[in-house]
T-cell receptor, first 112, second 111 residues
C-alpha cells in the first residue's frame, strides 16, 4: 500500500511569488492535514480537510489556503511568499479524524 | 502558530540501554495521543498511540505511559539501537479537530 505522497520534494521560489504543493493521501483516508516545520522547529498546524471540507485551520494568515478534491487529494497554496515561509511542508492523512495520522516526506520550500 | 520550542532537549543513551522520552501535554480535554519519530530530512513516522482510557500500551520494543493526573506522556524504548537516533514528538488530539505537536526530543545513541 502506497503511503502519503507529496510533490514536489523541493522547490525554490522568489519572495512575492505563489506556490502550490500537492498531497495524495493513503488510499481510504479521507482526512488530510498540513503542517509547517521551519528548520529546527516543531510542527505548526496549518489546515485540516475532511471529506472535501476545510474543518480547521491554524494561526496562519489568509495567504495560506488549500483545498481537498473529491479523490481526497489536497493542495496547499501560499500566496505572496515571504522569506520566513521557507520550511518543510508536511502533509498527513488519516482514516479517522484526528487519529493515526501518517505523514509524507514533505516538500522543502526555500524562498529567496 | 501553535507550536513549541526553539531548542530541542537532547537525550543521549548508550546502545543497548533503555530510553525514556517525556512529554507534557497542554489540554486536559485531550483524549488521544501519538508518538512520532522523525529522522533528518524525513517526515514524522507513526510509532504508537494511546487513548485516555488507558494508562499503558506496548508495541514492539516501545511502551507508552499516560498519566492524566499530571498531563504527562512518556515513550520508553527498550534496548536502544543506533537506528533509534531521531527526534521524537508527542502529539495530542484536541476535540478531534487537530493534532498538536510537542517540542520534540532529540535522541542520540552512542556505541
Amino acid at each position: 500500500e502506497a503511503g502519503v505522497t507529496q510533490s514536489p520534494t523541493h522547490l525554490i521560489k522568489t519572495r512575492g511569488q505563489q506556490v502550490t504543493l500537492r498531497c495524495s493521501p493513503i488510499s481510504g483516508h479521507t482526512s488530510v492535514y498540513w503542517y509547517q516545520q521551519a528548520l529546527g522547529l516543531g510542527l505548526q498546524f496549518l489546515l485540516w480537510y475532511d471529506e472535501g471540507e476545510e474543518r480547521n485551520r491554524g494561526n496562519f494568515p489568509p495567504r495560506f489556503s488549500g483545498r481537498q478534491f473529491p479523490n481526497y487529494s489536497s493542495e496547499l497554496n501560499v500566496n505572496a511568499l515571504e522569506l520566513e515561509d521557507s520550511a518543510l511542508y508536511l502533509c498527513a492523512s488519516s482514516k479517522v479524524r484526528g487519529e493515526r495520522a501518517f505523514f509524507g516526506q514533505g516538500t522543502r520550500l526555500t524562498v529567496v | 502558530g501553535e507550536s513549541v520550542g526553539l531548542h530541542l532537549p537532547t537525550l543521549s543513551v548508550q546502545e543497548g540501554d533503555n530510553s525514556i522520552i517525556n512529554c507534557a501535554y497542554s489540554n486536559s480535554a485531550s483524549d488521544y495521543f501519538i508518538w512520532y519519530k522523525q529522522e533528518s530530512g524525513k517526515g514524522p513516522q507513526f510509532i504508537i498511540d494511546i487513548r485516555s482510557n488507558m494508562d499503558k500500551r506496548q508495541g514492539q520494543r516501545v511502551t507508552v505511559l499516560l498519566n492524566k493526573t499530571v498531563k504527562h506522556l512518556s515513550l520508553q524504548i527498550a534496548a536502544t539501537q543506533p537506528g533509534d537516533s531521531a527526534v521524537y514528538f508527542c502529539a495530542e488530539n484536541i476535540n478531534t479537530d487537530k493534532l498538536i505537536f510537542g517540542t520534540g526530543t532529540r535522541l542520540q545513541v552512542f556505541p
